[in-house]
């Protein structure tokens, strides 16, 4: 089994920065895609960025591109995301996921480890 635990989120201003990060635990693959998504309720849950394996490749929703920085820790079962120039619908609960194989996938639906979500609210 496989346990993802999430940190790092909280209340802010528009505009503010959060640092969420995830660490993972127990049996899984030795190659695997860590990413986040996000959700409202009401609303289906959304890609935010992924980051393979290595750390090379990454993969944004357009939400995230230029403002959201994705990477691996250096113990790579961590992964942090980094969020900046936060805006109001940027308020959702994140989910940290996890998927065996390289690839920084952006579907919901092939990750096969998920945490249990941290809520980020932003306030302007």
């Known amino acids: 089994q496989v346990h993802l635990v999430e940190s790092g989120g909280g209340s802010v201003q528009a505009g503010a920065s959060l640092r969420l990060s995830c660490v993972a635990s127990?049996?899984?693959?030795?190659?695997?895609?860590m990413g986040w998504f996000r959700q409202v309720p009401g609303k289906e849950r959304e890609f935010v960025a992924a980051?393979?394996?290595?750390?090379?490749?990454?993969n944004y929703a357009t939400s995230a591109e230029g403002r959201f920085i994705i990477s691996r820790g250096d113990a790579r079962n961590t992964v942090h995301l980094r969020m900046n120039s936060l805006k109001d619908e940027d308020t959702a609960v994140y989910y940290c996921?996890?998927?065996?194989?390289?690839?920084?996938?952006?579907?919901?639906?092939?990750?096969?480890?998920w945490g249990q979500g941290t809520q980020v609210s932003v306030s302007s």
């Open positions: 996921a996890a998927r065996p194989g390289n690839g920084a996938s952006g579907q919901a639906s092939s990750y096969d480890y």
């Open positions: 980051v393979s394996w290595l750390g090379g490749s990454t």
């Open positions: 127990g049996s899984i693959s030795n190659a695997y895609t």
